[in-house]
Nanobody, 124 residues
Framework: QVQLVESGGGLVQAGGSLRLSCTAS????????MGWFRQAPGKEREFAAA????????YYADSVKGRFTISRDIAKNTEYLQMNSLKPEDTAVYYC?????????????????WGQGTQVTVSS
């Protein structure tokens, strides 16, 4: 059983930055895909970024590419999402998740366990 706990959300002005953290317990993240999703009010949960457990390769949704960076510290069993140049449309609850899939998962159903979410609000 893996448990994920996010932190680092908050209120920021447009153009600002935030760094989200997600600490895992019960599994070593270095073996699995770890991802970040977000869900705005009235919208479906959408993929933002993920990192491969095997080689650390990363991939992003087009909406965040070039602005967000996913990374991990295996020794701390923690993944991060550095968010720069934030826009009001980035406002959402952000969730981290772990996947046992074998090839670049992007869909919520491909991720097994989820954190509780952390609110990110970007003011204009």
């Amino acid at each position: 059983q893996v448990q994920l706990v996010e932190s680092g959300g908050g209120l920021v002005q447009a153009g600002g930055s935030l760094r989200l953290s997600c600490t895992a317990s019960g599994r070593t993240i270095g073996r699995y895909y770890m991802g970040w999703f977000r869900q705005a009010p009235g919208k479906e949960r959408e993929f933002a970024a993920a990192i491969s457990g095997s080689d650390g390769s990363t991939y992003y949704a087009d909406s965040v590419k070039g602005r967000f960076t996913i990374s991990r510290d295996i020794a701390k069993n923690t993944e991060y999402l550095q968010m720069n140049s934030l826009k009001p449309e980035d406002t959402a609850v952000y969730y981290c998740a772990i996947s046992f899939a074998s090839h670049y998962p992007r869909l919520p159903r491909e991720f097994r366990s989820w954190g509780q979410g952390t609110q990110v609000t970007v003011s204009s």
